[in-house]
């Protein structure tokens, strides 16, 4: 079991992620801002609030594989007033999509996700 100074799995991609994005804005400051644009563009409310988008980005996130963005998405879409039921309907649908690898993804990640942003 992690000490309680050792942060959880949210927070320590999160902060490897931002790590990373100083990096590739350093490095290659035209592909970091074009895609940091459109994610500007695209995440801002609209036609569908961003909580029900952060929500389709979870599934996505599940039918893709991808843990750093369900961790992220997890969190952004907690942050927007998701709830954890809300949450875990989105991971259904990923699941559908993405069959037995995006169960596993579930299995294995969201529930802790789930925990450690409820924690805070």
Known sequence: MPSKKEKGRVSRIIKQRTKNQKRIESEAPLLA???????????TESALPVKHKELIAVALSISRCCV?????????AIEAGATRDEVIDAAKIGVEFGGGPSFAMVRNNLLEFLDELEKK
């Open 68 to 76: 750093p963005c369900l961790a992220v998405h997890t969190k952004n």
């Open 33 to 43: 801002e074009g895609f940091g644009n459109m994610m500007k563009a695209y995440y």
